[in-house]
């Protein structure tokens, strides 16, 4: 777990030992990793630092509403086909008429060289090394989709109905997340280590910023990291997470910021709240409101 924790701080992402854990757990058992949490807490970061760490190339498969198996799994290059017809006519004349001859087409146009692989098979496809597979926001996607994935997380191989099965020589690494929109189905789940990535501390979350951020006065960046830590205290529809962290720190540096200013902290506040009811709570148009009074006394004592 160590080792795990080593290689990830080397690649710029800071684990808790329970992560590291999980992630041992997950390459030791040759399991997928089902990691769940707010939006911006770093779980799609994990499996981008995780295949940098593993030297393997990283398949990200980004779930949406709708999502279905062919357009995760694969499609025939139709317009390539339909190019291929008209050429074997137009050169090959007679060889294509006869059973024999359209035997042979059928054969090349469902070939591998017809074969549009989506990420799901590139994923498990023999000829190629195993990745690291990012199944993301799998709870964007609906039941059926789900169990689709269990059929294929439990053998890693599927059938192709032209070409046959095609199963995975070396297991790839999956790593899957979920902001929790909607409950993910247990048996996915069961299928799974299971991780929840809560918002991170004021220490762990300063080491990332003085990591990512590295220019940005190392004062600044307590006061950054002590700002958002309060902000999730505030009742928002959307709390910041560690990435709005590192959006607000980049954009401070890029004003060459020294101190934290309450004029300065409003013009910039879009970089850490997403949404108008929160931004208006949070800057002057709230002007009354107790949580303004509070932001604005936080932000005093941080400039002492």
């Known amino acids: 777990m160590e080792a ?11 684990a808790e030992a329970s992560l590291a854990t999980a992630i041992y757990l997950t390459l030791a058992l040759e399991r997928p990793l089902f990691l769940e949490g707010e939006p911006g807490v770093g779980k799609t970061e994990v499996a981008k630092v995780l295949a940098d760490a593993l030297a393997r190339p990283l398949i990200r498969l980004q779930c949406y509403e709708g999502i279905d198996r062919q357009s995760a799994l694969y499609e025939w290059n139709f317009p390539k086909q339909m190019l291929h017809i008209r050429l074997a006519e137009a050169f090959a004349g007679e060889a294509v008429q006869g059973e024999g001859g359209r035997r042979r087409l059928e054969e090349d146009l469902f070939s591998r060289e017809f074969l549009l692989r989506r990420p799901l098979l590139a994923a498990i496809d023999p000829e190629g090394p195993a990745p690291v597979l990012l199944i993301d926001e799998v709870d964007r996607s609906d039941e059926e989709f789900e169990a689709f994935l269990l059929e294929l997380l439990s053998d890693f191989q599927v059938t192709i109905p032209e070409m ?10 999956v790593i899957l997340t979920s902001n ?5 189905h247990d048996a996915l789940k069961r299928r799974c280590l299971y991780h929840w990535i809560d918002y991170h501390s004021f220490a762990k979350e300063l080491e990332i910023v003085m990591g990512k951020v590295p220019h940005l006065p190392p004062q600044l960046a307590a006061r950054v990291c002590q ?15 560690v990435a709005e962290t590192l959006h607000w720190a980049e954009a401070l540096l890029a004003l060459g910021a020294r101190q934290l200013e309450p004029q ?7 970089c850490l ?4 009811d929160d931004l208006e709570m949070m800057t002057a148009k709230g002007e009354g409101s107790p949580e303004y009074r509070k932001i604005l006394q936080e932000i005093e004592m941080l400039s002492l």
């Open 273 to 276: 709240l997403k949404y108008r």
């Open 4 to 14: 795990v924790q080593g290689a990830l701080r080397r690649e710029g992402y800071v």
């Open 180 to 184: 929790r929109t909607r409950e993910v």
């Open 227 to 241: 700002f958002a830590q309060k902000l999730r205290e505030e009742p928002l529809f959307k709390k910041p997470g």
């Open 264 to 270: 300065l902290v409003e013009e910039t506040l879009g």
């Open 164 to 173: 046959g099965t095609v199963r995975a020589a070396e297991k790839p690494v």
